[in-house]
């Protein structure tokens, strides 16, 4: 029996597909079997994200209004063989076109077979936001750290603090600044976890790289040179319950005398 | 048979006080109360009202009963009703005082688009974020960082206070007065330990801690309750 972890933010554009994918890719790398359902219907763009578009025949509206069974809708990512799937939203519906109740019974027959069920939830909170919680037993809550984001964030976690099927939300913090942070212009790590106050699952630094591998469909995790990519791995790590530390964001000094202490290991 | 006496009056040094007893009916004690009023007839002279303070004992009067009563006593002679006291309560009135006067604690974060409404004193342990929203009839009492609005006294008691470990609200409000947060906040500056309340000009006021001791004596209760 797997886990269905819904990934979910209330602001758009903070990198919630791009999250979904990633985790869900780093998992595979794990081992584990994963299926990505993308919930954003009318606007779907998780199977661009992975670079499955092209082979989309069924999508998740077909699968709910029973035009076709669940696996024809399942498009397999050949890159982890038998370790990837993803169930696609639907371009030509929206998002009424679902009942929380639907959901429900699709992501318990998707836990069947796979270890992990990553749900990727639409912005805002109204059906959308209702469909892909409804399933889910745990959330991951993604912000950056801007003041906007981290608002809708924190109603976001209220509103999934009152639904009773979802564990406690995780958070991760995208696209950290390093240098914005250190300046003080951008919220600090620490000021925005304490303000939401729940776990923090991850952080990951801003990366040109993301962009580039999203636009060639390739998620970035896939690629092991990339600062993101080990965060994408270690918030996949930290799902399967290992306890990895929290990536250090090049804040330290590149002096010469620093390099001194660090070779004499002084701290 | 001696007859019991159903009114007595009595001097004392803030002026007279009636009591009556509570033993009789309240068709009785209306006919005493007439005739007392009425035969006790050595005139004062002086026009000047008297205030008078009446006590009925554990006698229960309904809203009605008690106007007639001090009707009654307003008709004769100079005699003013300051006060009516009685030992009794209705259970609602009990219940709702209790409310009013309780704490009650809280565990939660207030977050964004949450509301908390409360009859009585609120204890949160915990924050109210930017958008959270806290409302109690009494005061309010934060032991977190207070970022959002809070509303003390919502019923329209001036006299509450809201205190908070961090205080950054985005607006107070207690009874009907509002305040909102400065613009321009230092960043640097320390909001700790802070509470406010309507200072005598009507405003609301922000201040340490430590001045409701003064400003709000009454804040110190020893039994909860009545």
């Known amino acids: 029996m797997g886990e269905a972890i819904v990934v979910t933010s209330g602001k758009g554009g903070v990198g919630k597909t791009t999250t979904s994918a990633n985790i869900g890719t780093a998992l595979a790398l794990q081992g584990k079997r994963v299926c990505l359902v993308d919930t954003d219907i009318g606007l779907r763009n998780l199977d661009v994200v992975m670079g499955l578009e092209n082979r989309i025949i069924y999508d998740l509206v077909d699968v709910i209004e029973g035009r076709c069974k669940i696996h024809q809708a399942l498009v397999k990512d050949k890159r982890f063989d038998d370790h990837l799937y993803l169930l696609p939203a639907a371009q030509t519906s929206d998002k009424t076109a679902v009942q929380p109740e639907q959901m429900r019974k699709l992501v318990n027959e998707l836990k069947q077979d796979y270890d992990y069920i990553i749900i990727d939830c639409p912005a805002g909170i109204e059906q959308g936001y209702k469909n892909a919680v409804a399933g889910a037993d745990k959330a991951i809550v993604v912000t950056t750290p801007e003041v906007s984001a981290v608002r809708d964030a924190d109603r976001i976690i209220g509103l999934l603090e009152k639904e009773e099927n979802v564990e406690s939300p995780k958070l991760v913090i995208n696209r950290i600044r390093s240098h914005m942070m250190k300046n003080g212009d951008m919220l600090d790590v620490d000021e925005i976890t304490t303000h939401l106050s729940i776990d923090l699952i991850g952080i990951v630094a801003d990366d040109d790289e993301v962009i580039k591998a999203s636009n060639h469909g390739e998620p970035i995790a896939l690629n092991p040179n990339s600062k993101a990519s080990i965060a994408y791995r270690n918030i996949a790590r930290r799902i399967l319950g290992e306890s990895v530390p929290l990536q250090q964001l090049d804040t330290e000094d590149k002096g010469v005398f620093s390099k001194i202490k660090k070779f004499f290991g002084v701290r | ?226």
Do not use: W
């Not at chain 2, 509470?195 to 110190?220: E, F, G, H, W």
């Open chain 2, 1 to 226: 048979m001696k007859k019991t006496q159903n009114v007595t009056i009595k001097g004392t040094k803030d002026g007279l006080t009636l009591h009556l007893s509570d033993t009789c009916s309240y068709d009785e004690l209306k006919k005493e109360l007439d005739r007392k009023l009425s035969n006790s007839s050595r005139v004062q002279e002086e026009q000047q009202l008297l205030s008078v303070k009446v006590k009925v004992g554990n006698r229960y009067l309904t809203k009605e009963q008690a106007e007639e009563l001090k009707d009654l006593i307003r008709q004769k002679r100079n005699l003013i009703v300051d006060d009516l006291e009685t030992n009794v309560i209705t259970k609602e009135e009990a219940e709702r005082l209790r409310q009013e006067t309780e704490i009650v604690p809280v565990a939660k974060v207030i977050r964004s688009g949450q509301v908390l409404e409360i009859t009585g004193d609120l204890l949160l342990v915990g924050d109210v974020n930017p958008g959270g929203t806290v409302k109690a009839t009494g005061n309010i009492f934060i032991m977190g960082a207070l970022k959002g609005i809070a509303h003390a006294g919502s019923g329209g008691n001036k006299e509450a206070v809201i205190a908070a470990s961090v205080m950054k609200p985005s607006q107070l409000r207690i009874s009907d007065c509002i305040n909102r947060a400065p613009e321009e906040v230092p960043e640097d500056e320390n909001r700790v330990m802070e509470c406010a309340y309507i200072s005598d000009n009507q405003q609301i006021v922000v201040d340490r801690l430590q001045v409701l001791m003064k400003k709000r004596p009454s804040l110190t209760r020893f039994e909860g309750g009545l």
